[in-house]
């Protein structure tokens, strides 16, 4: 039971970034956009005015940095949903918000907090960032700083940001499932569950040989893409030949790995060749992934209908108007999101 190669894709250009979108894969290329299909077709293709660095899929929209500023695409057709977004000196990371929204790094020391469709909310002091990790929950975003430590801020009005341990990583994942993997400074790699205040779990992986340039997180465990171009599995057995495998041998797949759902993936060399990889062993996930799919469809048609309660809600939380926000919460049925604001309001009084 392997991965194999589905299609393969070769771009005119040099590829600056890549970004899964609802199941196919978005190319940044000289100066053109090209967004796959999961059968390898092309949905759309946007030329733009500076080369895209950085791009991110949240609900409806795919974010995009491109020289000093962020800007927004819709998924269905490339066409832009504003006329973006800048500051000084430009923006080097950014991470969709649960629930709706964006954190983007500046790059003078600052996050950017953005609504959905991209309005400007607030600056947030968060010190350099090499690139942000991702949400715990919408309150708690992970970020690493440019010596390795790792840091949560919790960003909710009153502002707060602390040192998640005094360990400095040379290399970290982005969260997916609520795990990182990290290589610690001997080249050792570890797996981690954390939260605001440390570890859930930290373990040391198996694996000492292996310099990571990117890793997923599939149906079958984590991917990671090495500096050599493999791709090995972290769920293989110890004493399997991780070189032996139709994915690594006699092949150079790059640098780039986007998992587009449980079952495909895709890697990318800079000069141009996308590759998109398949699991037929993980059929049932992939199953789950058209149903969480649908699902997630259904709730942006509703999402349409009660958008603007919510950037409401959002907005006044944001803000810190929490009695406000909690109506609005309540008036829509996120019981959670309601409860979670109590809770704040009740420790705010405290």
């Not at 190669?5 to 190319?27: D, P, Y």
């Not at 350099?128 to 715990?136: A, F, H, K």
């Not at 810190?320 to 604001?341: H, M, N, P, Q, V």
């Amino acid at each position: 039971m392997t991965w194999t190669v589905a299609w393969s894709w070769q771009a005119e250009g040099r590829i600056a970034t890549m970004a899964s979108v609802e199941g196919g894969v978005l190319v940044s290329s000289g100066l053109r956009l090209e967004l796959l299909e999961a059968n390898g077709t092309t949905r759309w293709q946007v030329d733009v005015p500076f080369k895209v660095h950085a791009a991110q899929a949240s609900q409806t929209t795919v974010g995009l940095l491109a020289a000093h500023g962020f800007y927004l695409l819709n998924t269905s057709d490339g066409t832009m949903v504003n006329e973006g977004r800048s500051a000084p000196g430009g923006f080097s990371d950014l991470s969709a918000r649960p629930g709706g929204g964006w954190a983007l790094a500046g790059r003078r020391g600052e996050i950017h907090l953005f609504s959905q469709h991209g309005r400007g909310i607030r600056r947030v002091d968060s010190g350099p960032v090499r690139r942000l990790i991702g949400w715990l929950d919408r309150e708690h975003l992970l970020w690493q700083d440019p010596e390795g430590f790792l840091w949560c801020g919790r960003l909710t009005g009153d502002d707060r940001k602390r040192k998640l341990e005094d360990r400095a990583w040379s290399w970290c994942s982005s969260l997916q499932e609520g795990r990182l993997l990290l290589q610690s400074g001997d080249g050792g790699l570890w797996e981690g569950v954390p939260h605001p205040f440390g570890w859930d779990m930290l373990n040391r992986l198996e694996y000492d040989s292996l310099e990571p340039m990117s890793a997923v997180r599939g149906g079958d465990g984590w991917w990671v893409l090495g500096i050599e171009g493999h791709l090995i599995s972290m769920s293989q057995s110890k004493e399997a030949d991780a070189s032996s495998t139709p994915l690594t041998e006699g092949m150079n797949l790059g640098d780039l790995l986007v998992l587009c759902t449980p079952d495909a993936m895709a890697t990318a060399t800079r000069e141009g060749l996308v590759r998109r990889w398949t699991a037929p062993h993980l059929a049932d996930a992939e199953r789950e992934g058209r149903y969480k799919a649908a699902s997630d469809a259904a709730m942006a048609r509703n999402w349409e209908e009660r958008r603007r309660m919510f950037v409401r809600a959002q907005e006044a939380e944001d803000i810190g108007k929490l009695s406000l926000a909690i109506e609005l919460y309540e008036a829509l049925g996120r019981t959670e999101d309601a409860r979670r604001l109590l809770k704040r309001q009740k420790e705010g009084c405290e």
